[in-house]
Every structure is written in structure tokens, then in C-alpha cells.
């Protein structure tokens, strides 16, 4: 019998992490389309706080949780 690796893990951390992902990539990505890539440069570089730097906090949980999921996978 041989197991199928995959990148994502098989648990409900592999689920969650992928939808964080997603979240997060949506609103940079809608600005990119309606405003352009030097509005969102804008918003990146600027000191505030914006929607798109949350987005990468976003982006940087749902990578944190697919990694501690395949961690978890790998110890059970």
C-alpha cells in the first residue's frame, strides 16, 4: 500500500489554512483589478494601517496553520 503525499495536510489545519489564504489574497487582489498596481503599492508602503497589510497577516496565518498542520500530520 502506498500513501499519496501531499503538500496540504489531510486535517482540518490543511482546511482552515487554505480558507485563510484565500481571505486574505481577495482584497489585494480586487484592489489590483479596480484601482491598479500603484494604488495598492500605495497602500503597502504607507504607514498606516491598511485592508491589504491585515491581508498579509492573513495570507501569513493561513501559511503558519498549513505548516503546523503537516507538522501535526507527520507526528500522528
Known amino acids: ?16 489554512g487554505i480558507l485563510f489564504f484565500i481571505s486574505g489574497a481577495i482584497i489585494p487582489l480586487q484592489n489590483l483589478i479596480i484601482w491598479g498596481p500603484e494604488f495598492v503599492a500605495g497602500y503597502f508602503t504607507s504607514s498606516d494601517i491598511t485592508a491589504e497589510k491585515l491581508s498579509l497577516v492573513v495570507i501569513g496565518i ?6 503546523y498542520g503537516k507538522k501535526k500530520q507527520n507526528q500522528i
Open 62 to 67: 493561513g501559511v503558519f496553520i498549513i505548516i
Open 1 to 16: 500500500m502506498t500513501e499519496n503525499s501531499s503538500f496540504f495536510p489531510k486535517n482540518v489545519f490543511g482546511a482552515f
